[in-house]
């Protein structure tokens, strides 16, 4: 098998006394749809943040295409090509909905501000290319006759498609998601599926969900990672998840 795209070795979170996350290792194949589940409170979104440098790990390492992440902050990180959605959506909610996905793109081009700015030409045929893949995103998303409006006027619903669009103009390799579906309706997480599905197969971008929607993640998840109470519980296809007792004990409250 091929080197894993992202490679968490032995992750470990304390806070205080309490261990969150406990030695929990698992690899990311590149083209592959992996989910992170586990009952609340389990410690997948104390993961994410590990992985995503918004935490220092208290030990292990994330390797990100070979390379050592975690000692870096979360900016470095996402330049890397690695980026996240929040399980509370974070946009800028005065700025427009266009505006939501150039900053999103400066921010990720910042080392070559100062070489834009020198080169006029150069400058302003960058700032065209950046408007057209925010066009071509929200297009995508639906949400293209919103471009000018207010991120904070937009549904709940279109507020989700735009963070994912903001994520995706900034061309990752890996794309994490913080419970997607988390107060979509259900056409609404219909779509979300199939815009996962064509994230991984058109535009080739690798996924690491969290999510509580067993039916979007069986459908959807190439790989399943279980982690319960901060530990590894196990790990593998939909039909092996779904037919592993630990697993079964640990969702319905059992000893
Ligand atoms: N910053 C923090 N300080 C202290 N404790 C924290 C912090 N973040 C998370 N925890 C604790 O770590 C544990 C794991 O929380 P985490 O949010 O990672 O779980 P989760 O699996 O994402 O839960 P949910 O599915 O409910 O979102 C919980 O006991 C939580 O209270």
């Known amino acids: 098998m091929t080197q894993p795209l992202l490679e968490v070795k032995d992750l470990v979170m304390r806070f205080g006394g309490l261990r969150a996350v406990n030695q929990v290792s698992l690899d990311v194949q590149e083209g592959q749809i992996v989910s992170l589940i586990g009952p609340n409170g389990a410690g997948k979104t104390t993961v994410f943040n590990c992985i995503?440098?918004?935490y220092k790990p208290?030990?292990?390492e994330v390797i990100f295409k070979g390379k050592p992440m975690h000692r870096l902050p979360g900016h470095l990180i996402a330049r890397h090509g690695m980026v996240r959605t929040f399980q509370n959506i974070r946009l800028f909610k005065?700025?427009?909905v266009l505006e939501n996905l150039l900053v999103a793109q400066h921010m990720q081009a910042?080392?070559?501000?100062?070489k834009g700015l020198?080169?006029?030409t150069g400058y302003q045929s960058k700032e065209q290319e950046l408007e057209d893949r925010s066009a071509e995103w929200l297009e995508r998303v639906n949400l293209i006759e919103f471009a000018n409006r207010e991120a904070g006027t937009l549904a709940y619903g279109q507020q989700r498609r735009l963070e994912i669009a903001r994520c995706m103009v900034t061309q990752p390799t890996l794309l994490m998601l913080d419970e997607p579906a988390a107060g979509l309706n259900p056409?609404?997480?219909q779509d979300l599926d199939q815009l996962i599905m064509e994230l991984r197969d058109k535009y080739k971008v690798t996924l690491l969900l969290i999510e509580h929607d067993m039916k979007l993640v069986m459908g959807i998840s190439d790989q399943i990672v279980v982690i319960n109470q901060g530990a590894p519980l196990a790990k593998g296809t939909p039909a092996e998840i779904l037919g592993n007792q630990d697993v079964i004990k640990a969702y319905l409250g059992e000893e």
């Open 52 to 54: 995503s440098g918004f």
């Open 58 to 60: 208290s030990a292990g």
């Open 94 to 96: 005065e700025m427009t």
């Open 118 to 120: 020198l080169n006029l």
């Open 187 to 189: 056409q609404e997480t």
């Open 110 to 114: 910042e080392r070559n501000l100062l």
